[in-house]
């Protein structure tokens, strides 16, 4: 029987489809990661509880730029005193100016500016101030009390209270 005249072969179509199905597939991650300006790789918060009326506050979060980052904002509901933060690049630590403004029903935003961080390049930004209002009374009991919301998703969460010894809120 002699062969169709005319006809292309259907091989070739099919393999460009696939190939382009494949490809899709693979860059598909990485579509979805740049739906933020930065990735959060880990985001650690630490409370020294120095008196009722006194919490030292420390965060540190690791970031991966998707941008030219230069500004990380943080939202919190209680007070901001005293705060100082620094930029570490891996082989530079920089200064980081701190602006805390009264938002929204009483949340105060951190502003922190900072040095570039170029797209791709991850940097360990850690913020410290004193707070208060984290203690309440809880009958005879006090009790500490702290939420976090994130915007987007974070790879690893840490947190970590440090209660002094010698204190009535820890002997209960």
Known sequence: ????K?????GRKSAVIGL????????LPLVGAQEYDYEINAYAVYFEVVSPDNIKETIEIDVTSY??????????????ENAS????????????NVTVRQVLGG?????????MIRPGQSARINLAF???GMIS???????????????????????????????????R
């Open 1 to 4: 029987m002699p062969a169709p």
């Open 6 to 10: 005319n006809q292309k072969p259907l």
């Open 20 to 27: 382009f199905l494949i490809l899709t597939l693979l860059f």
């Open 67 to 80: 941008t030219n980052l230069t500004q990380y904002v943080i939202y919190t509901d209680y007070p901001v």
């Open 85 to 96: 933060a620094v930029l570490d690049l891996g082989n530079t630590v920089e200064r980081i």
């Open 107 to 115: 949340t105060n935003a951190v502003y922190m500016t900072f040095p």
């Open 130 to 132: 004193t707070t208060r």
């Open 137 to 171: 009374e809880n009958g005879e009991k006090q009790q500490f009390t702290y939420y976090v919301k994130f915007s987007q998703p974070v790879g690893v969460f840490h947190m970590q209270l440090l209660v002094p010894k010698a204190t009535p809120y820890s002997r």
